[in-house]
């Protein structure tokens, strides 16, 4: 049966959508969502999330929910016939952007028309105000659309059922690596019916200014946020190296991502508080963090590493640790082979850093689903369905497991290069004792 609606049922979405999603799952060490129950359950809701991190970003915000959600994506996506097909099936609209031109954006109007019957129907539409990704933990200028659709939608139905926008931030473990980690957070909604109510302007245009204002102060709130200037990238350096100080590494076992990100929102508060009120002593510390880094980079040290948990000890048992898995990795090497070798081997054709974790879930989605039923055939013919089995059930995690293992080892190799090397210790206690200071 064709569908009518982009939103109606569809047997297939319904059956690989919970392949997605666990696969989604399973391209992180760790996730976590919050604040699921800010998403209102009385009237139309749209998403708006940050947007760091390519289609990962849609497919973290697509598997918080069972039911159906309808996304928005850049229009240069759908060009070809077969990729426009694909979007529509997997529940994506093209959005233009202003960059795109006034003709071509004019094409717009047609897809508000369909966000509306989306939203009247009270399915969830996500939309990226930000227009573009970036990976930094900053917010870009908010786009009219997002506020365009909202208003339209109030317009037309307002009357009889509220419209929210939900704001959503999402942060990331590691924008480039693949089996990082992820949080997703829903914050408080803007009741646009009621905001717009509370408004003294005359025209849709003049609404626009204040939603867009107040959607970015709850989004920034939502992730750890750095005002967007020359030293974005450097201060976010600086809070990395103070909460390594202070022992949080973010996602590690056992430790909340989200109380983790607070702590480093606590970190950034007192860094842009001294960027304002010091800023002469800070830029000289900046510049000082910027040095480090690079050094850092250029030895291969990660940055957890310089933590005080890091002693000869805790290396010994990390050491250990390896040592005991060594033999599962090995299996899980040969396993995974295809699918690893060509992660490797798009990742090297892909300029965009972005798109690496991208790239390692579509290995893991489209390979997968080729490979697991392959091996399952290959086990239980030359084997006896016992060993088929445990053979089986151990090669499903190999993939992960042969990332989650040589992360392991590089970060094995950057304690034992850090507890070696006194002065870059050094520098980064200094750093962290200058911070305290301001």
């Not at 060490?29 to 998403?39: F, L, P, Q, T």
């Not at 996500?126 to 900053?138: D, L, W």
């Not at 590691?174 to 003294?200: A, C, H, M, Q």
């Not at 480090?292 to 933590?307: A, P, V």
Request: with cysteine; glycine share 6%; net charge positive.
């Amino acid at each position: 049966m064709i569908r009518k609606h982009i939103y109606d049922k569809d047997f297939l979405y319904d059956f690989l959508k919970p392949i997605v999603d666990w696969c989604v799952r399973h391209s992180y060490r760790k996730v976590e969502v919050k604040g699921r129950e800010n998403i209102p359950a009385d009237g139309a809701v749209i998403i708006t999330p940050n947007h760091c991190n390519t289609l990962m970003d849609a497919l973290v915000v697509l598997r918080a929910f069972k039911n159906e959600s309808v996304f928005g994506a850049r229009a240069d996506l759908f060009k070809r016939p077969f990729i426009a097909k694909l979007m529509y099936f997997v529940r994506i609209l093209p959005m233009v952007r202003q960059r795109d031109g006034l003709r071509n954006v004019l094409k717009n109007n047609e897809t508000q028309e369909v966000i509306i019957e989306i939203l009247e129907n009270k399915v969830r539409f996500c939309m990226y105000p930000e227009g573009k990704h970036r990976p930094a933990h900053s917010l870009q200028s908010l786009g009219k659309g997002t506020f365009r659709a909202a208003l339209a939608a109030n317009e037309k139905f307002g009357d009889k059922m509220p419209v929210y926008i939900v704001p959503a931030g999402i942060e990331y473990g590691d924008y480039f690596r693949y089996r990082s980690t992820s949080l997703l957070t829903f914050g408080e909604p803007i009741n646009v019916t009621e905001f717009v109510k509370g408004l003294d302007v005359e025209n849709q245009a003049q609404m626009i200014e204040p939603l867009r204002k107040e959607l970015a102060a709850r989004m920034s709130g939502l992730i750890t946020f750095l005002k967007d200037d020359e030293n974005l990238y450097v201060k976010w350096a600086l809070t990395r190296i103070v909460a390594a100080a202070n022992g949080l590494n973010y996602g590690n076992f056992g430790t909340s991502l989200y109380d983790g990100m607070n702590g480093n929102r606590e970190i950034v508060q007192r860094i842009e508080a001294a960027c304002e009120e010091k800023a002469e002593q800070m830029q000289k510390l900046l510049e000082k963090v910027d040095a480090f880094e690079k050094k850092r980079k250029k030895k291969g040290m990660s940055i957890y590493s310089f933590t005080k948990k890091n002693t000869p000890l805790r290396a010994v048992g990390k050491a250990l640790a390896a040592l005991i898995g060594l033999p599962y990795y090995i299996f899980s090497t040969t396993v995974s082979s295809p699918m690893w070798l060509t992660y490797y081997l798009l990742k090297s054709k892909t300029r965009d850093k972005a798109f690496h974790n991208t790239v390692g879930f579509g290995i893991k989605l489209g390979l997968g689903l080729v490979l697991y039923p392959v091996y399952t055939a290959l086990a239980f013919c030359f084997m006896k369905w016992q060993f088929a089995l445990a053979a089986l059930l151990l090669s499903i995690p190999s993939y992960s497991f042969f990332f989650d293992y040589n992360e392991g080892i590089r970060r094995l190799v950057s304690d034992i290069r850090v507890l070696a090397d006194k002065k870059m210790r050094s520098i980064c206690k200094d750093i962290v004792k200058s911070f305290k200071k301001l």
